[in-house]
Nanobody
Framework: QVQLVESGGGLVQAGGSLRLSCVASGRTFSTVTMAWFRQAAGKEREFVAHIDWNKTTQYSDSVKGRFTISSDIGKNAVYLQMNTLTPEDTAVYYC????????????????WGQGTQVTVSP
């Protein structure tokens, strides 16, 4: 099993920045993709970004150019730097993991964190 723990959420004004962290423990994989998803109230969980073991990244169109995903293999950690936040970014952000190649489909991910709330005020 893999345990994922997110941190770094909070309340920020529009235009501000936040950095989310996710630390993995338990069983680890040499070929793993880590991802961030988010779920706003009343909406489905949606893909934000992922990074694989080769540091290849992919972003959703809604965050491209504003968010940056990165990883630290030595710390079993993945980060999401979020800049120029808008109220539309308000959601619970989830860290997820899967083996092998990344995908934007939440159904493909085997492990999930408990989520961290991000609230962006106007």
């Amino acid at each position: 099993q893999v345990q994922l723990v997110e941190s770094g959420g909070g309340l920020v004004q529009a235009g501000g920045s936040l950095r989310l962290s996710c630390v993995a423990s338990g069983r680890t994989f040499s070929t793993v993709t880590m991802a961030w998803f988010r779920q706003a109230a009343g909406k489905e969980r949606e893909f934000v970004a992922h990074i694989d073991w080769n540091k290849t990244t992919q972003y959703s169109d809604s965050v491209k150019g504003r968010f940056t995903i990165s990883s630290d293999i030595g710390k079993n950690a993945v980060y999401l730097q979020m800049n120029t936040l808008t109220p539309e970014d308000t959601a619970v952000y989830y860290c997820a993991a899967k083996s092998f190649l990344g995908t934007s489909s939440r159904l493909e991910y085997d492990y999930w964190g408990q989520g961290t709330q991000v609230t962006v005020s106007p």
